[in-house]
Nanobody, 121 residues
Framework: QVQLVESGGGLVQPGGSLRLSCAAS????????MGWYRQAPGKERELVAA???????NYADSVKGRFTISRDYAKNTVYLQMNSLKPEDTAVYYC???????????????WGQGTQVTVSS
């Protein structure tokens, strides 16, 4: 199976920064895309950023220029550096990976447990 351990959430003032981490472990044969989603109260879960391979990235328009996603292949870890945070960035952030497990035949998506990010003065 797959375990996703997220860390780095918390309370920060507007304009501040946070760095989220998500480490994937378990019976992973191959990782394709890794990404971050978020869900604010009363809203649907939305894609924040994703990275495929080493350099192919995409971002939600609302975070472009402020957030940066990166990946450490050796550690099966994905990061989200969040700068210039705004109150509207407040949400639970979820890690998501697209992985092929040992003995598996197809890639599937797996989710972390979520980490709360609150931007408030």
């Amino acid at each position: 199976q797959v375990q996703l351990v997220e860390s780095g959430g918390g309370l920060v003032q507007p304009g501040g920064s946070l760095r989220l981490s998500c480490a994937a472990s378990g019976s992973i044969f191959s990782l394709n895309a890794m990404g971050w989603y978020r869900q604010a109260p009363g809203k649907e879960r939305e894609l924040v950023a994703a990275i495929r391979g080493g350099t192919s990235t995409n971002y939600a328009d609302s975070v472009k220029g402020r957030f940066t996603i990166s990946r450490d292949y050796a550690k099966n870890t994905v990061y989200l550096q969040m700068n210039s945070l705004k109150p509207e960035d407040t949400a639970v952030y979820y890690c998501n990976i697209d992985a092929l497990l040992v003995g598996g035949y197809t890639y599937n998506h797996y989710w972390g447990q979520g980490t709360q990010v609150t931007v408030s003065s």
